[in-house]
Nanobody, 126 residues
Framework: VQLQASGGGLVQVGGSLRLSCAAS????????VAWFRQAPGKDREFVVS???????DYADSVEARFTVSADNAKKRAYLQMDSLAPEDTAVYYC?????????????????????WGQGTQVTVSS
């Protein structure tokens, strides 16, 4: 199983970026895909998750600004990030795990995800 995150970059405050997570070696059925981020000197934190049935769960800090989506046929998940702020600067990782009951919220703990992408840097300049 491989996850490939892409789409990061440098953006000004208030700008937007769209991250993509491409999966190979697993089917987009009964799974959950999540985005985490890690800023320098800080722990990895949960950003958002989406299950293969379309349930989404957001961290409070991003709910009004970020939108997660997925294309099960293409085995891709996306993270649209709008109104970016300096505190959004971090390396963003996508992760995946099996999720039998996709109508239930996936875990928000990083340790409970089995597969990880390599991370993509997002830098928001003021």
């Amino acid at each position: 199983v491989q996850l490939q995150a892409s789409g990061g970059g440098l953006v000004q405050v208030g700008g937007s970026l769209r991250l993509s997570c491409a999966a190979s070696g697993l089917t987009f059925r009964n799974i959950a895909v999540a985005w985490f981020r890690q800023a320098p000197g800080k722990d990895r934190e949960f950003v958002v998750s989406i299950t293969s049935s379309g349930r989404t769960d957001y961290a409070d800090s991003v709910e009004a600004r970020f939108t997660v989506s997925a294309d099960n046929a293409k085995k891709r998940a996306y993270l649209q990030m709008d109104s970016l702020a300096p505190e959004d600067t971090a390396v963003y990782y996508c992760a995946a795990r099996s999720q039998t009951f996709t109508s239930r919220p996936p875990p928000s703990q990083a340790a409970r995800y089995d597969y990880w992408g390599q991370g993509t840097q997002v830098t928001v300049s003021s």
